[in-house]
């Protein structure tokens, strides 16, 4: 069956610039998530979302970052003016509630 | 807030060797899950441990989560170079959803 897709698969960008990051997480499932990777480092958790409601948004770096999710389904995540420090991978999961993480392959986020 | 501290951060081997990467929380864990990420690739989920004292196989894989529920580790008999990749544990503190991921070790396995 589909796994969890996400695209743009790699995104360059200018400083300044606005970026948007689109998930499609497995039908069915309640949970999604969005986490940061830099290079050779862990996850970092941005917002989890269940349904389309966001009850934690704990781990947006600053409010240039916001996210939904429409439909209980997909997820955009919006950074607006970008910065260099913005470059990573952009990592989506989707799981039924507290159950193994599906992730997707990421977004690689080049903030030139 | 929570945190997981995981070490190494790097593991060298050389294939047939046995390895081993420890997960440790500040806080008790309700449950820990472990996940592999390849070079290049996104992690994917291998078990989850649920019970103090928990031991659990996988071929190769003996994944142990501590009898605090604080701690974790993942060990692996005789290496493979399939077994190349980064290691993740991740805790879950009692939420319904959130998990806190270590850094990861990355194990590299000489042929």
């Known amino acids: 069956g589909a796994g969890v897709s996400q695209s743009p698969s790699n995104k360059v960008t200018e400083k300044g610039k606005d970026v948007e990051l689109r998930c499609d997480p497995i039908?069915?499932?309640?949970?999604l998530y969005w986490y940061r990777q830099s290079l050779g480092q862990g996850l970092e958790f941005l917002i989890y979302?269940?349904?389309?409601?966001?009850?934690?948004k704990s781990g947006l770096p600053s409010d240039r970052f916001s996210a939904e999710r429409t439909g209980g389904s997909v997820s955009t995540l919006t950074i607006q003016r970008t910065q260099q420090e913005d470059s990573a991978v952009y990592l989506c999961?989707?799981?039924?509630?507290?159950?193994?993480?599906?992730f997707g392959p990421g977004t690689r986020l080049t903030v030139l | 807030g929570q945190q997981v501290m995981q070490i190494p951060q790097y593991q060298h081997v050389q294939e047939g060797e046995d390895f081993t990467t420890y997960c440790n929380s500040s806080?008790?864990?309700?449950?820990i899950q472990w996940y592999k990420q390849r070079p290049g690739g996104h992690p994917v989920f291998l078990i989850q441990?649920?019970?103090?004292?928990e031991v659990k196989k996988q071929k190769r894989l003996t994944f142990q989560f501590g009898e605090a529920k604080k701690n974790s580790s993942l060990h692996i008999t005789a290496t493979q170079t399939t077994d190349v990749g980064t290691y993740f544990c991740a805790g879950n503190g009692g939420s319904n959803y959130k998990l806190t991921f270590g850094k990861g070790t990355l194990l590299t396995v000489n042929p």
């Open positions: 441990l649920v019970k103090s004292g």
């Open positions: 806080t008790t864990l309700s449950n």
């Open positions: 039908s069915g499932h309640t949970a």
């Open positions: 979302f269940q349904g389309n409601s966001a009850p934690d």
């Open positions: 999961a989707s799981s039924l509630v507290v159950h193994e993480q599906f």
